[in-house]
């Protein structure tokens, strides 16, 4: 990829391992191949950190992809949608209408009340808020509850709080790129917890969590903010060869 830090693309060559023998040429072909590649837990794991990581090499690459939260971490939501596109049952056009309306209007619960800037609160605002859009969005297309759907965001949130933004030599690289795919199955896996629960029980309401998340980013340094002055962006010894 541009940018100087050479790092290498790896959605392709994993696609074409997971498809193995299977053959397509169409998009519908493939989306068949996927299904039929296997639906152990390790090959549905590695699609979903495919379907991630092929968004944001995209986009680290100058393509074309759609901001959902924001670009640096638009995998999360088209992961965990292609998840269960591909392996959840009867899962209509009609649900992906909905899933993209319901992680739509859990993003603007956190743009209002607090941001979706990781220049403003660090990648919990990013790859946090997207992973909680997933999960809220998935919980519902699986038949869960409006409080199963408010709790799967919190979940999702709640175990990315205090994640910081410190991109590697200023780039949407290192880690961001990864951390698409970390978002994606933490979405899933907050999901399959909400649907297993009965929100009653729940002891953080998603009001909490987002109150907390921008108390989180306010008491942030400024290095963890997307500057590149702190984290792995200080640890990691580069040489960018180009701008």
């Not at 629960?197 to 998340?213: F, G, R, Y």
């Amino acid at each position: 990829m541009p940018g100087g830090l050479f790092v290498k693309r790896r959605a392709y060559d994993l696609n074409l391992k997971l498809i193995g023998e299977l053959k397509y040429s169409t998009k519908n072909e493939w989306l068949q191949c996927i299904r039929n590649s296997g639906t152990s837990f390790s090959a549905i794991n590695k699609w979903v950190s495919c379907f991630a990581l092929a968004v944001n090499e995209e986009n680290a690459s100058f393509g074309r992809i759609i901001t959902a939260p924001t670009n640096g971490a638009a995998g999360v939501i088209p992961a965990v949608l292609m998840y269960a596109y591909c392996f959840t049952e009867n899962f209509s056009n009609k649900k992906i209408i909905d899933f993209l309306l319901v992680a739509g209007e859990i993003g603007t619960l956190f743009k209002k009340a607090a941001t979706i800037s990781a220049a403003m609160g660090g990648c919990q605002a990013e790859i946090g808020v997207s992973s909680a859009m997933a999960a809220a969005a998935l919980t519902h297309t699986q038949g869960g509850t409006v409080g199963q759907v408010l709790m799967a965001a919190e979940i999702a949130m709640e175990h990315h709080l205090g994640m910081t933004c410190d991109p590697v030599g200023g780039l949407v690289q290192i880690p961001c790129i990864e951390r698409n795919s970390m978002g994606a199955i933490k979405a899933i896996t907050a999901s399959n917890i909400a649907l297993e629960s009965d929100p009653a029980n729940a002891k953080v309401s998603l009001d909490d969590v987002i109150k907390t998340m921008w108390q989180t980013a306010l008491d942030m340094n400024s290095k963890y903010k997307e500057t590149s002055e702190g984290g792995l962006a200080m640890h990691i010894s580069v040489n960018l060869a180009e701008c």
